[in-house]
């Protein structure tokens, strides 16, 4: 499987911007979708955004469309998020995973990154 590393979180007052990077390493890169996810305290971990292995699907959930944009480099073995106009609710952990194409289940996940936001 491919091993995935989460970096760019940080704490931010509302209304900033972050931009998460994850890197893959181990496998073809571009076989891969890639999903980000986020875990806040005390909740349940909820899909944030999808990107399709070529990079020319995407979508979101609604809390953060208009805000976020997901990409990927395939050259560079690396997906972004980019979150702009964060809130104090999109604090949590952020966590990029990986599904093989052909297949439905994400086989791989980072370790997770820290996005606090402050009001």
């Known amino acids: 499987q491919v091993q995935l590393v989460e970096s760019g979180g940080g704490l931010v007052q509302a209304g900033g911007s972050l931009r998460l990077s994850c890197a893959a390493s181990?496998?073809?890169?571009?076989?891969?979708?890639m999903g980000w996810f986020r875990q806040a305290a005390g909740k349940e971990r909820e899909f944030v955004s999808f990107?399709?292995?070529?990079?020319?699907?995407?979508n979101y959930v609604d809390l953060v469309k208009g805000r976020f944009t997901i990409s990927r480099d395939n050259a560079k073995n690396t997906v972004y998020l980019q979150m702009n106009s964060l809130k104090p609710e999109d604090t949590a952990i952020y966590y990029c995973?990986?599904?093989?194409?052909?297949?439905?289940?994400?086989?791989?996940w980072g370790q997770g990154t820290q996005v606090t936001v402050s009001s």
């Open positions: 990107i399709s292995a070529s990079g020319g699907y995407t």
């Open positions: 995973a990986a599904r093989e194409v052909g297949t439905t289940e994400y086989g791989a």
């Open positions: 181990g496998r073809t890169f571009s076989r891969y979708a």
